[in-house]
């Protein structure tokens, strides 16, 4: 098994080598998390990297390089769509936890997984049980959040038509992507443009381990038309 004490120690010197400060309490939380993803992924596939060095340097620091860009604070409203194992929204509710966080899944057994997370980690988030099609066009949730974040594989166009109908005029959707997301840009133009948004910064950033990063930060200028997001399906099959 992993020693966790001294996991929670690498980590906390890791993170400040990488310009975050955190507390002694939020490094235990990390190495906490950490630990949960070890015995959880023993009875359920949650995340293929799996060795701890990996991460805490795939999974948490690469979740945190958001918050070079984008400062959080207050009580601002984040949604995480596809959240999976809780990245990126579990290490920026333990760096800021101040905001309001919604983590957002297909599947009820991950969000099992982050109920039980965010309760021994001693953090509040809501979890929704919702494809983002479907969750996008609740009243309750469409144009509510200060920030949608996703780090899916899926294409710029299609990750933009399940999160920019989340954020409110004003708001962002943080896009976190790979070295390759400039290439994608041009193909979202016009996703970008017909569901309200605009292009706001694009920030190359690297892992410890020399990965290299891209995040694209998009601002909601306007409403999003009410026909948007269509069934997931027509995303699929026609992208924006």
Not at 78 to 87: E, K, L, S
Not at 203 to 231: N, V
């Amino acid at each position: 098994m992993t020693d966790f004490t001294e996991f929670a120690e690498k980590f906390g010197a890791l993170a400040a080598r990488e310009g975050f400060s955190l507390t002694p309490g939020q490094t235990q939380q990390f190495a906490r998390y950490a630990e949960l993803l070890e015995e959880w992924n023993q009875k359920m596939n949650l995340t293929a990297i799996r060795a701890p060095e990996e991460v805490a340097v795939k999974h948490f620091i690469d979740s945190l390089l958001l918050l070079r860009a984008l400062p959080l604070g207050g009580a601002q409203r984040v949604i995480d769509v596809g959240t999976g194992a809780g990245f990126p929204g579990v290490p920026l509710l333990i760096a800021r936890p101040g905001i309001a966080l919604t983590l957002l899944d297909s599947l009820q057994k991950r969000l099992r997984f982050l109920e039980e997370a965010c309760a021994q980690l001693g953090l509040h988030a809501e979890t929704v049980h919702a494809r983002a099609e479907e969750a996008g066009r609740n009243p309750a949730l469409r144009g509510q959040f200060d920030l949608a974040t996703a780090r899916a594989v899926a294409p710029l166009p299609v990750l933009c038509e399940y999160c920019l109908p989340f954020v409110k005029q004003g708001g962002f959707f943080a896009a976190l992507k790979g070295p390759g997301a400039r290439e994608e840009l041009e193909a979202a133009n016009r996703a970008v443009r017909l569901l309200g948004a605009r292009l706001a910064e694009v920030r190359e950033d690297s892992l410890p381990d020399g990965s290299g990063r891209t995040l694209l930060f998009f601002e909601k200028c306007g409403p999003t038309p009410a026909k948007y997001p269509r069934h997931g399906a027509k995303i699929a099959k026609d992208p924006l």
